[in-house]
């Protein structure tokens, strides 16, 4: 007799899909990644601003101290600097011009334990041919002839305001006027060196050491009337300018005018020697003197900055891009989770459009038999309901197993396998194949019967579905082992075959969940499951219990 129960209705809550959750949470990650991102460099720029304001003004205001300082000792030492010329004049108009000046340099010296002062004399070209500032001699003072002809025209002796020396790294001061023997064509000029100045620069230098990302920095000196001196604030090896540079300082400091205006801030980038930098000019008048203005000349190493702007940008992108692949991997699964959706809907709906067909066959086909007996053609009838059955009963617990508890109670294997092997006689007779079975064993085992029987035959069905006609099916228990084995196409991937709707054969048709619901069955109670196939030997699919 073929046991049948007519399935009770029930109601299957559907699962909201984690993937979803996972592709929202995803997207918020980035969402916020980019908005750090975004907050992050604006943060970068912001301190990078702040930080160049902070150290602009902290030099401006260090070097509006020095200048101012300079400034007090220029008015305070021009009076003696232009009596000191005089001096210097009444003594050559009496001594020749390329005598030595060791004399006169002495007597003006007196005074200071420094010596401050030095004497220069040109010739008609206004090369330096003899001076008390040896390494001077032969340098040129033709870029500054318009200056000594505009003192000439206006009759006065006029010390410059201080000027930076890159020779000594200090501030010097110069009165000049034409040497009335000769022509007039020979030039005196009586310089002054600030005995505090390079002290003052240092310390101006250290602080801006301590910036490392200043490639250069110089502070242009202008009057009203035109470019006096640039002054390098960073810190440098001290040499000798030629005259050829000193007029492309010139040249360099009135561009900067021209380029600066009447603005009080301009920047702009340069690309040298393929590295970016920035430069920032900053016009600000003299605190000390109306008629007399500065341009700050700074210019910023960027590389350390846009270093850290192109890790930022290579660090969001990253994430960006894993976001992506993320997000479209979880777009997958989710696809992949309505499909496998779709087709779990599709078998509980063909579960129950089979279950009232199927209980009717099976009572009129037991009544038919009841009432004429079985032949050949009832025994192929009642085999073809015994899969419809067993197919039926894969797919009712698998719909029902998350819905209802099946109580464990010891099962002697032994009695269920042998009762199973029975059931599928006739199945395995209908398809031309024929199953033994050798128990050599006893085994009580806490498990439901519901899930026992699924297991069992699920491994029968199998075994008749895809073994070759005319061939015998072997199922051994031994050594608390049940073993199926049966001759047939060989498994290429043990593992795949486990998984739902998978199937090797896809000739044969058939679901893909009866070795999924063997798999679920044996994972919840510990059975070990242990498969070979081979041409030669065939599939043997193996159980092992850790019965009591």
Known sequence: MIQYTKNQGFCVLKKSSNA?????????????????YKFLKYQTQTNHIKDTKIFFYEVQHDTNILLTKLWHNYEQIKPTMIQIHKDVEKYLSTHSYDAPLDEIYQKINQPY?????NIYITDDNLTIVNTTFKPDLGFNLLFSKSSFDRHKAMGVIEPCFPLFEKSSKGFMSYSDSYLPKDGGGRLLQVSYSYPKSNKKLQELQSVIKEYKSIAKFKVYLFLNSGFINDIILSDYTSYKPKAKEILSRIKEGEEINKKISDKKLFIEKKLINNKEYKMLYLKAYSPISPDTYMIYSVMFDESDYLEKQHRLDMIILVITLLGVVALFVVWQIWHKEKLLEAQDNFVKSAMHEIGTPLSVIMCN???REEIYGSDEYSDEITSAVKVLKNSYDDISFLVTKDKIVYDKEPIDIATILQARVNYFQTIAKANDKHIVCNIKDKCIFDISTVEIIRLIDNNLSNAIKYSHKDTTITV????????FHSIGEVIVDTKVIFEKYKRENKVLGGYGLGLNIVQQIASKYNIKIDITSSKKLGTTFSYKFKCH
């Open 365 to 367: 086909h037991e009544l």
């Open 113 to 117: 334990k420094t010596k401050p002062y």
């Open 20 to 36: 979803i959750g996972i592709f929202i949470i995803i997207s918020l990650f980035l969402i916020f990644a980019l908005i750090g």
């Open 476 to 483: 051994i228990f031994k050594d608390k082992t049940i073993s």
